[in-house]
Protein backbone atom coordinates (compact mmCIF):
# COMPACT_ATOMS: atom_id res chain seq x y z
CA UNK A 1 0.00 0.00 0.00
CA UNK A 2 2.90 2.49 0.77
CA UNK A 3 4.11 1.94 -3.04
CA UNK A 4 1.23 2.91 -4.35
CA UNK A 5 0.86 5.97 -2.44
CA UNK A 6 4.34 6.26 -3.14
CA UNK A 7 3.78 6.28 -7.13
CA UNK A 8 0.27 8.09 -6.53
CA UNK A 9 2.42 10.85 -5.68
CA UNK A 10 5.03 10.61 -8.04
CA UNK A 11 2.69 10.85 -10.74
CA UNK A 12 1.23 13.96 -9.64
CA UNK A 13 4.36 15.18 -8.94
CA UNK A 14 5.20 14.87 -12.36
CA UNK A 15 1.87 15.89 -13.40
CA UNK A 16 2.21 19.04 -12.15
CA UNK A 17 6.08 19.77 -13.39
CA UNK A 18 4.25 19.03 -16.51
CA UNK A 19 1.94 21.84 -16.23
CA UNK A 20 4.41 24.16 -15.06
CA UNK A 21 6.54 23.71 -18.31
CA UNK A 22 3.55 24.23 -20.26
CA UNK A 23 2.99 27.51 -18.54
CA UNK A 24 6.53 28.33 -18.79
CA UNK A 25 6.41 28.00 -22.63
CA UNK A 26 3.39 29.49 -23.25
CA UNK A 27 5.10 32.56 -21.30
CA UNK A 28 8.02 32.26 -23.07
CA UNK A 29 6.82 32.46 -26.22
CA UNK A 30 4.66 35.28 -25.49
CA UNK A 31 7.64 37.53 -24.42
CA UNK A 32 9.39 36.43 -27.34
CA UNK A 33 6.88 37.36 -30.10
CA UNK A 34 7.15 40.80 -28.79
CA UNK A 35 11.18 41.01 -27.96
CA UNK A 36 13.06 38.79 -30.83
CA UNK A 37 13.87 40.15 -34.45
CA UNK A 38 12.81 37.66 -37.20
CA UNK A 39 11.96 37.39 -40.68
CA UNK A 40 10.10 34.73 -42.58
CA UNK A 41 7.55 33.25 -44.56
CA UNK A 42 4.63 31.50 -43.09
CA UNK A 43 1.79 29.66 -44.21
CA UNK A 44 -1.87 30.05 -43.24
CA UNK A 45 -4.26 26.90 -43.78
CA UNK A 46 -7.17 25.95 -43.74
CA UNK A 47 -9.70 23.39 -45.14
CA UNK A 48 -8.74 23.78 -49.02
CA UNK A 49 -7.82 27.38 -48.25
CA UNK A 50 -3.87 28.79 -48.13
CA UNK A 51 -2.19 31.81 -47.95
CA UNK A 52 1.46 32.68 -47.31
CA UNK A 53 2.91 35.75 -46.00
CA UNK A 54 6.52 37.33 -45.72
CA UNK A 55 6.70 38.85 -41.93
CA UNK A 56 9.09 40.86 -40.86
CA UNK A 57 10.20 41.90 -37.00
CA UNK A 58 12.65 44.09 -35.82
CA UNK A 59 12.91 45.55 -31.82
CA UNK A 60 14.60 48.71 -31.58
CA UNK A 61 16.11 50.74 -28.67
CA UNK A 62 12.15 52.27 -27.74
CA UNK A 63 10.57 50.50 -30.61
CA UNK A 64 9.13 47.86 -31.96
CA UNK A 65 8.31 47.07 -35.91
CA UNK A 66 6.49 44.65 -38.30
CA UNK A 67 5.78 43.98 -41.78
CA UNK A 68 3.73 41.45 -43.22
CA UNK A 69 3.22 41.25 -47.00
CA UNK A 70 1.07 39.16 -48.94
CA UNK A 71 2.94 36.70 -51.54
CA UNK A 72 0.08 34.92 -52.92
CA UNK A 73 -3.87 36.57 -54.53
CA UNK A 74 -4.13 40.37 -54.33
CA UNK A 75 -1.19 42.85 -53.23
CA UNK A 76 -1.43 43.36 -49.30
CA UNK A 77 0.88 44.88 -46.78
CA UNK A 78 0.54 45.52 -43.16
CA UNK A 79 2.46 47.49 -41.35
CA UNK A 80 2.21 48.06 -37.28
CA UNK A 81 4.73 50.47 -35.22
CA UNK A 82 3.73 51.86 -31.97
CA UNK A 83 0.26 50.32 -31.43
CA UNK A 84 -0.01 52.48 -34.77
CA UNK A 85 -1.34 50.01 -37.95
CA UNK A 86 -1.41 51.14 -41.77
CA UNK A 87 -2.83 49.20 -44.67
CA UNK A 88 -1.82 48.75 -47.78
CA UNK A 89 -5.25 50.22 -49.95
CA UNK A 90 -6.31 51.75 -52.86
CA UNK A 91 -2.45 51.95 -54.17
CA UNK A 92 -1.47 53.69 -51.18
CA UNK A 93 -1.06 53.28 -47.48
CA UNK A 94 -3.74 54.43 -45.15
CA UNK A 95 -3.80 54.38 -41.23
CA UNK A 96 -6.43 52.12 -39.77
CA UNK A 97 -8.23 51.44 -36.34
CA UNK A 98 -5.65 49.79 -34.13
CA UNK A 99 -7.77 47.97 -31.79
CA UNK A 100 -6.55 44.54 -31.53
CA UNK A 101 -9.19 41.08 -31.29
CA UNK A 102 -8.12 38.15 -31.65
CA UNK A 103 -4.12 37.91 -32.12
CA UNK A 104 -2.19 36.87 -35.08
CA UNK A 105 0.83 35.17 -35.59
CA UNK A 106 2.93 34.38 -34.59
CA UNK A 107 1.88 36.56 -31.43
CA UNK A 108 -1.18 34.56 -31.15
CA UNK A 109 -0.57 34.58 -27.36
CA UNK A 110 -2.54 37.08 -25.10
CA UNK A 111 -1.33 38.22 -21.48
CA UNK A 112 -3.90 36.87 -19.51
CA UNK A 113 -2.71 33.75 -18.74
CA UNK A 114 -2.97 32.91 -15.35
CA UNK A 115 -6.45 30.77 -14.98
CA UNK A 116 -5.03 28.35 -17.76
CA UNK A 117 -4.79 25.04 -16.26
CA UNK A 118 -8.20 25.66 -14.39
CA UNK A 119 -9.50 25.33 -18.35
CA UNK A 120 -6.82 23.61 -20.10
CA UNK A 121 -5.07 20.48 -19.33
CA UNK A 122 -1.36 21.15 -20.26
CA UNK A 123 1.04 18.73 -21.70
CA UNK A 124 4.58 18.74 -23.46
CA UNK A 125 4.19 16.52 -26.12
CA UNK A 126 7.65 15.89 -27.12
CA UNK A 127 10.10 17.69 -29.44
CA UNK A 128 9.93 18.52 -33.25
CA UNK A 129 11.47 20.23 -36.20
CA UNK A 130 9.54 23.35 -38.17
CA UNK A 131 11.49 24.84 -40.64
CA UNK A 132 14.93 23.35 -39.82
CA UNK A 133 14.57 24.58 -36.06
CA UNK A 134 14.31 22.88 -33.00
CA UNK A 135 10.86 22.98 -31.09
CA UNK A 136 9.38 21.83 -27.92
CA UNK A 137 5.67 21.00 -28.36
CA UNK A 138 3.04 21.84 -26.15
CA UNK A 139 -1.04 21.08 -25.85
CA UNK A 140 -3.51 22.59 -24.53
CA UNK A 141 -6.36 20.42 -23.90
CA UNK A 142 -10.20 21.98 -23.06
CA UNK A 143 -11.71 20.46 -20.29
CA UNK A 144 -14.77 21.34 -22.03
CA UNK A 145 -16.82 21.60 -25.68
CA UNK A 146 -16.74 24.80 -25.71
CA UNK A 147 -13.26 25.49 -26.62
CA UNK A 148 -10.79 24.45 -29.14
CA UNK A 149 -7.39 22.24 -28.10
CA UNK A 150 -4.07 24.17 -28.99
CA UNK A 151 -0.83 22.51 -30.51
CA UNK A 152 1.94 25.19 -30.15
CA UNK A 153 5.68 24.56 -31.39
CA UNK A 154 7.80 27.08 -29.91
CA UNK A 155 11.91 27.10 -30.55
CA UNK A 156 13.79 26.17 -27.87
CA UNK A 157 16.30 29.21 -28.75
CA UNK A 158 14.58 32.08 -29.14
CA UNK A 159 11.37 30.58 -27.54
CA UNK A 160 9.80 32.11 -30.55
CA UNK A 161 6.53 30.55 -31.64
CA UNK A 162 6.95 28.40 -34.70
CA UNK A 163 4.30 26.73 -35.78
CA UNK A 164 0.33 26.59 -34.06
CA UNK A 165 -2.33 23.96 -34.81
CA UNK A 166 -5.97 24.45 -33.43
CA UNK A 167 -7.74 21.35 -33.20
CA UNK A 168 -11.42 20.28 -32.82
CA UNK A 169 -13.13 17.58 -30.38
CA UNK A 170 -11.80 14.68 -32.78
CA UNK A 171 -8.57 16.13 -32.75
CA UNK A 172 -8.47 16.99 -36.63
CA UNK A 173 -7.18 20.49 -37.38
CA UNK A 174 -9.49 23.35 -37.53
CA UNK A 175 -6.49 26.22 -38.83
CA UNK A 176 -2.92 25.70 -38.82
CA UNK A 177 -0.03 28.91 -39.04
CA UNK A 178 3.32 27.13 -39.55
CA UNK A 179 6.78 28.72 -40.68
CA UNK A 180 8.50 27.40 -43.85
CA UNK A 181 11.35 29.42 -43.39
CA UNK A 182 12.59 31.98 -41.22
CA UNK A 183 15.78 33.80 -39.63
CA UNK A 184 17.18 35.77 -36.66
CA UNK A 185 18.94 38.89 -35.12
CA UNK A 186 21.83 39.63 -37.82
CA UNK A 187 19.97 37.90 -40.35
CA UNK A 188 17.26 40.41 -40.31
CA UNK A 189 17.11 43.20 -43.09
CA UNK A 190 16.66 46.78 -41.14
CA UNK A 191 16.49 48.24 -44.03
CA UNK A 192 12.78 48.95 -44.47
CA UNK A 193 12.65 50.63 -41.03
CA UNK A 194 13.68 54.04 -42.42
CA UNK A 195 10.26 54.06 -44.19
CA UNK A 196 8.28 51.84 -41.83
CA UNK A 197 5.90 54.75 -41.32
CA UNK A 198 3.87 55.98 -44.05
CA UNK A 199 3.05 59.88 -43.81
CA UNK A 200 -1.01 58.98 -44.30
CA UNK A 201 -3.28 59.56 -41.72
CA UNK A 202 -6.64 58.97 -40.56
CA UNK A 203 -9.26 61.37 -42.40
CA UNK A 204 -9.95 64.15 -40.29
CA UNK A 205 -13.62 62.96 -39.32
CA UNK A 206 -12.89 59.08 -38.54
CA UNK A 207 -13.44 58.52 -35.18
CA UNK A 208 -11.62 56.21 -32.86
CA UNK A 209 -12.92 53.91 -30.47
CA UNK A 210 -13.70 54.61 -27.00
CA UNK A 211 -13.77 53.18 -23.63
CA UNK A 212 -17.64 52.58 -22.78
CA UNK A 213 -19.92 51.16 -19.83
CA UNK A 214 -23.07 50.04 -22.25
CA UNK A 215 -25.00 48.37 -19.87
CA UNK A 216 -24.86 44.88 -22.23
CA UNK A 217 -23.99 41.56 -19.86
CA UNK A 218 -23.67 38.01 -21.19
CA UNK A 219 -24.69 35.59 -18.66
CA UNK A 220 -23.42 32.27 -20.40
CA UNK A 221 -20.16 32.87 -21.61
CA UNK A 222 -17.39 29.35 -21.19
CA UNK A 223 -15.62 29.19 -17.96
CA UNK A 224 -12.98 31.18 -17.48
CA UNK A 225 -13.51 33.63 -19.89
CA UNK A 226 -13.26 37.13 -18.70
CA UNK A 227 -13.99 40.59 -19.99
CA UNK A 228 -10.79 42.61 -21.51
CA UNK A 229 -12.50 45.47 -23.31
CA UNK A 230 -15.70 47.16 -23.45
CA UNK A 231 -16.26 50.06 -26.42
CA UNK A 232 -17.81 51.59 -28.59
CA UNK A 233 -16.90 51.88 -32.11
CA UNK A 234 -17.42 53.54 -35.36
CA UNK A 235 -17.25 50.42 -38.17
CA UNK A 236 -17.15 50.72 -41.93
CA UNK A 237 -20.45 51.12 -43.64
CA UNK A 238 -22.58 51.20 -40.11
CA UNK A 239 -25.06 53.78 -38.82
CA UNK A 240 -23.93 54.44 -35.90
CA UNK A 241 -21.27 53.28 -33.46
CA UNK A 242 -20.96 49.28 -32.19
CA UNK A 243 -20.65 48.52 -29.01
CA UNK A 244 -18.20 45.66 -28.67
CA UNK A 245 -17.37 43.50 -25.58
CA UNK A 246 -14.34 41.35 -25.83
CA UNK A 247 -13.57 38.20 -23.63
CA UNK A 248 -10.75 35.88 -23.16
CA UNK A 249 -9.65 32.98 -21.37
CA UNK A 250 -5.77 33.15 -21.98
CA UNK A 251 -5.71 31.13 -25.46
CA UNK A 252 -8.98 32.25 -27.24
CA UNK A 253 -10.78 35.17 -27.46
CA UNK A 254 -14.72 36.39 -28.09
CA UNK A 255 -16.46 39.48 -29.30
CA UNK A 256 -20.04 40.77 -28.88
CA UNK A 257 -20.87 43.26 -31.21
CA UNK A 258 -24.24 44.92 -30.82
CA UNK A 259 -25.86 47.60 -32.68
CA UNK A 260 -29.34 48.48 -33.65
CA UNK A 261 -31.09 46.61 -36.41
CA UNK A 262 -32.06 48.23 -39.68
CA UNK A 263 -33.36 45.42 -41.69
CA UNK A 264 -30.24 45.03 -44.19
CA UNK A 265 -29.39 41.45 -45.89
CA UNK A 266 -26.49 40.78 -43.52
CA UNK A 267 -29.45 41.46 -40.42
CA UNK A 268 -30.65 37.55 -41.31
CA UNK A 269 -30.02 35.23 -38.47
CA UNK A 270 -27.00 32.96 -39.75
CA UNK A 271 -23.55 31.03 -38.51
CA UNK A 272 -20.45 30.99 -40.69
CA UNK A 273 -17.24 29.84 -39.92
CA UNK A 274 -13.27 30.56 -41.24
CA UNK A 275 -10.63 28.15 -39.86
CA UNK A 276 -11.15 28.87 -36.23
CA UNK A 277 -13.38 31.63 -35.88
CA UNK A 278 -17.12 31.30 -36.33
CA UNK A 279 -19.38 34.10 -36.43
CA UNK A 280 -23.40 33.86 -35.27
CA UNK A 281 -24.99 36.71 -35.91
CA UNK A 282 -29.13 37.22 -34.94
CA UNK A 283 -31.44 39.92 -34.45
CA UNK A 284 -33.29 40.30 -31.49
CA UNK A 285 -35.45 42.62 -29.82
CA UNK A 286 -34.23 44.85 -32.79
CA UNK A 287 -30.88 44.40 -32.32
CA UNK A 288 -28.11 42.96 -33.97
CA UNK A 289 -25.77 40.64 -32.43
CA UNK A 290 -22.84 39.65 -33.85
CA UNK A 291 -20.69 36.95 -31.75
CA UNK A 292 -17.22 36.07 -33.31
CA UNK A 293 -14.63 34.22 -31.40
CA UNK A 294 -11.70 31.32 -31.71
CA UNK A 295 -14.73 28.80 -30.45
CA UNK A 296 -16.65 26.63 -31.37
CA UNK A 297 -20.11 26.84 -32.94
CA UNK A 298 -21.64 25.50 -30.24
CA UNK A 299 -19.58 27.94 -27.59
CA UNK A 300 -20.83 31.66 -29.88
CA UNK A 301 -24.45 30.56 -30.09
CA UNK A 302 -24.43 29.86 -26.19
CA UNK A 303 -22.99 33.78 -25.73
CA UNK A 304 -25.84 35.17 -28.13
CA UNK A 305 -28.67 33.67 -26.79
CA UNK A 306 -27.48 34.72 -22.80
CA UNK A 307 -27.05 38.45 -24.32
CA UNK A 308 -29.10 40.88 -22.39
CA UNK A 309 -29.40 44.69 -21.34
CA UNK A 310 -29.25 45.33 -18.00
CA UNK A 311 -29.02 48.90 -17.81
CA UNK A 312 -26.23 51.85 -17.99
CA UNK A 313 -23.97 51.33 -14.96
Known sequence: MKIWFGLCGLILAVNACAVENGKDWLKTAAFAGHQTNYSGVFVYQYGNHVETSKISHVVETDSEYEKIESLDGPK?????HHGQVWCY????????DSQQGPGRFPLLLPGQLSALSENYQIRDAGADRVAGYNTQVVVYQPRDNLRYAHKLWIHTDTGLLLKSAVLNEKNQIVEQYAFTEIKFDSDVDRSWIKTATPAYVKPVGDKAASGVRSGWVVDALPNGFKKT???LRPMHGRHAP?????????????SVFIEPADSDEDDNDGLTSRGAVNLYHKVIDKHLFNVVGEVPPKAVMQVLESIRFNGRE
Open 76 to 80: REIIR
Open 89 to 96: RKHKMVQV
Open 229 to 231: MEI
Open 242 to 254: VTQLVFSDGLSAI
